[in-house]
């Protein structure tokens, strides 16, 4: 059950402003959520505008939010009970039998983010007609983030000897412990009663976990120019993310990494451009997007995976724009999305066995489409 609430406070505005103090607004909103299975929790937002002068306004918010896990993050109905062999510094031989229980997790609870900015905006239209600047930063901290807690092979293989893991490890197994473990899932290499027969020293936990960490900083930016005359009106337009770092803890006590600028991890530098022209039936935009090159660390040595820049075009007309009928507000639209068929970087990808990352490239090409368009 969701309940929301807000409540604006403006000091000073249009009816009581004065210099240095064109306006001044705060705000303050929360939001209470009850779940049948997490519990009920509540979080606040706080905002904060203020304007020295007309054409400029800083801001600010700081926040918490949380999101609960899905009906499929909670199915464990087809969760597997797997038997393996690992390393183990306590084993005498070196090596201990384990039953891994792999798949999705009942008992999962909420995910929690924390969050705050700053930023401008600039609306220079008496000095500069048609321009206008804004500039956000941004840091935000997720934590309790649903993740399996071990991907690949050498996490897997440190699994009972890694300190930061210790909490996936339950040793001193009872015949009831192993009991309630067969019975949760399916058993890999058997039946149930194999399962319990399986000589485990200990149970391995890799299901789905409230395991990971996240904390991202970053600029964005977004700039637009509109100027109109006679023949029609030009748009141009730059959007941008620069991200200062995104940083994973992987588990309670594990080390916090830096994984920006690494395979299927985020890019610093990310832009977007567009160009438009606009007149009362035609309308075309051509638009480019960036994004900066990266270091491939799963390699070794590690290699340069090179920039990736894609070209995107529209051409739009309207065919009825002085009509009052059926066929006004309606459009003929031509897109075409990589123009040129730029291929993505290559990337040596182990961790979904293609050739590409699929977190930050397109591996379709040139796609070109034909749509009508009407408006109510």
């Known amino acids: 059950m969701p309940a929301f609430g807000e409540i604006t406070v403006p000091l000073f505005g249009k009816d009581n402003g004065r210099k240095g103090l064109r306006r001044l607004e705060f705000s303050l909103a929360a939001r209470y959520e009850s779940y049948s299975g997490f519990g009920s929790a509540t979080t ?131 015949p009831a412990l192993v009991s309630s473990l067969c019975s949760s899932g399916q058993y890999y290499a058997g039946t149930t009663a194999d399962c319990m027969q399986y000589p485990a020293a200990a149970i391995l936990d890799i299901r789905s976990q409230n395991w990971q960490s996240v904390r991202t900083r970053g600029i964005d930016l977004s700039t637009i120019y509109e100027q109109s005359w006679s023949p029609g009106t030009l748009k141009l337009r730059l959007d941008g993310t620069y991200l200062l770092d995104f940083t994973q803890q992987e588990g309670p006590g594990a080390p916090v990494e830096q994984v920006l600028n690494t395979p299927n991890n985020p890019i610093n530098i990310k832009l977007r451009g567009t160009a438009s022209w606009r007149q009362r039936r035609w309308a075309a935009t051509v638009g480019v997007n960036f994004q900066n090159n990266y270091t491939d660390t799963a390699s070794y040595p590690s290699r340069n995976v090179r920039s990736y820049t894609t070209f995107d075009t529209q051409l739009r007309y309207d065919l009825a724009p002085f009509s009052a009928g059926m066929l006004q507000n309606t459009f003929v639209e031509l897109n075409a999305i990589n123009v040129f068929n730029v291929s993505p970087p290559f990337l040596n990808n182990q961790i979904a066995a293609i050739g590409y990352d699929q977190e930050n490239a397109d591996p379709d090409g040139r796609l070109l489409s034909l749509q009508v368009r009407k408006t109510w």
Not at 58 to 78: E, K, V
Not at 126 to 143: C, K, M, N, Q
């Open 44 to 174: 606040p937002k706080l905002a904060m505008a203020w304007s020295p002068i007309d054409p400029v306004m800083f801001r600010g918010t700081w926040g918490r939010s949380i999101r609960a896990p899905t009906l499929a993050d909670l199915d464990a109905s087809h969760n597997l009970i797997i038997p393996y062999v690992l390393p183990d510094k306590l084993s005498p031989t070196g090596f201990s039998s384990v039953l891994m229980e792999s798949g999705k997790n009942p008992n999962l609870t909420v995910e929690h983010a924390r969050s705050w900015t700053v930023g401008f905006d600039i609306d220079p239209r008496e000095w500069v007609p048609g321009l206008t600047l804004s500039a956000t930063y941004f840091d935000i901290h997720f934590r309790d983030r649903i993740q399996d807690p071990i991907v690949g092979g050498n996490a897997l293989a440190n699994a009972l000897n890694d300190p930061s893991l210790a909490g996936l490890v339950t040793r001193n197994l009872n």
